[in-house]
């Protein structure tokens, strides 16, 4: 058990439906990081939160948004999903995320099936 | 580009015997981060070791070792004596002295059989 948590586990929508990922870092880490695995295009970092502060985009649509609450704990939203947006949902976290020598603890993941 | 290869998609082993995983790595930087994560049938990713660029000192922990070779820009990985609970995808990862993200290769999927 990373100690990073993330609800819900599955998640079964229906195309143009926006839904919510959330996720809970490990205590004391400031640094969430959020990745999509699907199928085609493996494992790819989609956007990074410093102590509640955006730090790193990756390759994340503009229909997707992420926030990070004061409480640490962040949440990803999806919206107008498409068909192809069906994929393995991580939340992962660190430390400080200032630099790479973090570790990155990821959490159980977010399974999202658009219909 | 890809930054991490991993040329071996699928690998099946009997039980005790090793299995290699093979990692190769492209950076300008001179300071960088290498990961190794396994994915098992549940799905969640588990962290097993980070190594950094200026310590090329090879690792052992228990069945799991590591040789990191600057020279080839390889991060190897090597299960001595598998078991069936090895059996899951393993991602090679990368982190860049600019950068906070993980970039990964395509994963390694290794069966082990009874």
């Known amino acids: 058990d990373s100690g990073v948590t993330q609800t819900p586990k599955h998640l079964i929508t229906a195309t143009g439906q926006r839904v919510t990922l959330r996720c809970s870092p490990r205590?004391?880490?400031?640094?969430v990081y959020w990745y999509q695995q699907s199928l085609d295009q493996g494992l790819q970092f989609l956007i990074q939160?410093?102590?509640?502060?955006?730090?790193a985009k990756g390759n994340i649509l503009e229909r997707f948004s992420a926030q990070q609450f004061p409480d640490l704990h962040s949440e990803l939203n999806l919206s107008s999903l498409e068909l192809g947006d069906s994929a393995l949902y991580f939340c992962?976290?660190?430390?400080?995320?200032?630099?790479?020598?973090?570790?990155?603890?990821f959490g159980p993941g977010t399974r999202l099936t658009v219909l | 580009a890809q930054k991490v290869t991993q040329a071996q998609t699928e690998i099946s082993v009997v039980e005790k015997e090793d299995v290699t995983l093979d990692c190769v790595y492209e950076?300008?930087?001179?300071?960088?981060?290498l990961f190794w994560y396994k994915q098992p049938p549940s799905g969640e990713l588990v962290f097993l070791i980070r190594?950094?660029?200026?310590?090329?000192q090879n690792e052992i922990s228990g069945r799991y070792s590591w040789n990191f070779q600057k020279s080839t820009s390889s991060f190897n990985f090597t299960i001595t004596a598998s078991q069936v609970v090895d059996s899951a995808v393993y991602f090679c990862?990368?982190?860049?002295?600019?950068?906070?993200?993980?970039?990964f290769g395509a994963g390694t999927t290794v069966t082990v059989r009874a």
């Open positions: 992962a976290s660190s430390a400080s995320g200032t630099g790479p020598t973090d570790t990155q603890y």
């Open positions: 205590s004391g880490d400031l640094s």
């Open positions: 939160y410093y102590n509640g502060e955006e730090r």
């Open positions: 950076t300008r930087d001179t300071t960088y981060y």
């Open positions: 190594r950094n660029s200026f310590d090329e």
């Open positions: 990862a990368l982190s860049e002295s600019q950068d906070y993200k993980l970039s």
